[in-house]
C-alpha cells in the first residue's frame, strides 16, 4: 500500500470541494482550481476529508495513487493558503521593479527585460533584490518562477543572476595560473 496515498486529505473549513466524476474542483479564498485526474483512481468525499484509493495492485494503478493524492492536496493547499517561492537577485547592477504589472528586470544586456505575469499570479518586489511569485496552483507558481530565473541564471564563477533563495551556488575557482592582484 503506498504510504502517501492512503492518507486522507482534510478539507479545511472555508474550502468548497466538488467532484464529478473524474474531475475535482477546489473553490478557496485564494481561487479556484480545477483538474481531471486518471479514470482509474476511486476518489471519494466523506466527512470533509478527500480518500484515494487504487482499484488493484499493477504497476500503473500503485504510481497513481500517490500521484493523486499529491495532486489533489496540492489543490486543497493551494486554495486554502496559497504557493510562494523567493527569487533573489545577485550581482552588481542587476535589480528589479514592477512597472504596473509588468515585472522589468534590469541584468545586465543591453536592454530591460520585461515580463508579463500569467493570469492567476502575482509578482511582489519589495527590494530591487527580492522577487515573490504568489499564486494558488503549485505547479504554475514553480513554472513562472523558472522563467524568471531563467533570464539570468545564476553563473558558477561570481554567482551573479537570480537564484531561488534556498539554491546554493557552487563557486568554481578562477584559472589556475592567473595571478591575484
Known sequence: MSRIGKMPIPVPSGVDFKLEGNVVTVKGPNGTLSRELHKDMIIKFENGEVTVSRPSDNKEHRSLHGLTRTLIANMVEGVANGYTK?????????????????????????????????EGIKIEVPQPTQIFVKGADKQL???????????RPPEPYKGKGIKYVDEVIRKKEGKAGAKKK
Open 141 to 151: 507558481v514553480g513554472h513562472v518562477a523558472a522563467l524568471i530565473r531563467e533570464k
Open 86 to 118: 523567493e527569487l533573489q537577485i545577485n550581482g552588481v547592477g542587476y535589480r528589479a521593479a514592477m512597472q504596473g504589472n509588468k515585472l522589468c528586470l534590469t541584468l545586465g544586456y543591453s536592454h530591460p527585460v520585461e515580463m508579463e505575469p500569467i
